[in-house]
T-cell receptor
Framework: GNSVTQMEGPVTLSEEAFLTINCTYT??????LFWYVQYPGEGLQLLLK?????DKGSNKGFEATYRKETTSFHLEKGSVQVSDSAVYFC???????????FGTGTQLKVEL | NAGVTQTPKFRILKIGQSMTLQCAQD?????MYWYRQDPGMGLKLIYY???????DKGEVPNGYNVSRSTTEDFPLRLELAAPSQTSVYFC??????????????FGPGTRLLVL
């Protein structure tokens, strides 16, 4: 079956630090990969996605590259802000499926 | 567009009570989903629907029921609430075009506490 493994949090960074949140996956077929973000008290919002190998998703300064050879989709941002404090979920979906498989989430806290 | 809306925001139930969590979307999306999020965990799919009149089970359907009589609404019914159903429930929807890579849009969630 499908699975997503994320680095455990919480991750605490100073403002303007570099961020990496690791995500690896196991999937049958060729999955589409997503990063969702959940701000405190809110639902999940799509942050970025990639639907085929070597695609790079990007949004709001965040980037992730679909690496089929390492089955990874690591999230990066060059300079985090306090407003980036949230929980980040890596997820995948395969083929015509209707089931998003989520990782357990990584809490990010950015301090001044 | 209001997007995906959920009611109530928070509810406390006693063991054995029942309730319906409401979900509505105004984006004319065919696909709708119910997830639960337990503390420190990712979301798990409870039920989903690919259109009015069509529903199917997800990973964790036991103790829940759904119906889809209209495109807009996808209520989730809890019968005989149990403490194990304490969780945050999210509804989501997506359009039919674009296949599996299409974005799902999430509601703000319903926090349920069963005591």
């Amino acid at each position: 079956g499908n699975s997503v493994t994320q680095m455990e949090g919480p991750v605490t960074l100073s403002e303007e630090a570099f961020l990496t949140i690791n995500c690896t996956y196991t999937a049958t077929g060729y999955p589409s990969l997503f990063w969702y973000v959940q701000y405190p008290g809110e639902g999940l919002q799509l942050l970025l996605k990639a639907t085929k190998a070597d695609d790079k998703g990007s949004n709001k300064g965040f980037e992730a590259t679909y690496r089929k050879e390492t089955t990874s989709f690591h999230l990066e941002k060059g300079s985090v802000q306090v407003s980036d404090s949230a929980v980040y979920f890596c997820a995948l979906i395969t083929g015509g499926g209707n089931k998003l498989t989520f990782g357990t989430g990584t809490q990010l806290k950015v301090e001044l | 567009n209001a997007g995906v809306t959920q009611t109530p925001k928070f509810r406390i139930l006693k063991i054995g009570q029942s309730m319906t969590l409401q979900c509505a979307q105004d984006m004319n999306h065919n696909y709708m989903y119910w997830y639960r999020q337990d503390p420190g965990m990712g979301l798990k799919l409870i039920y989903y629907s690919v259109g009015a009149g069509i529903t199917d089970k997800g990973e964790v359907p036991n103790g829940y029921n759904v119906s889809r009589s209209t495109t807009e609404d996808f209520p989730l019914r809890l019968e005989l609430a149990a403490p194990s159903q304490t969780s945050v429930y999210f509804c989501a929807s997506r359009p039919v075009g674009g296949g599996a890579g299409e974005t799902q849009y999430f509601g703000p969630g319903t926090r349920l506490l069963v005591l």
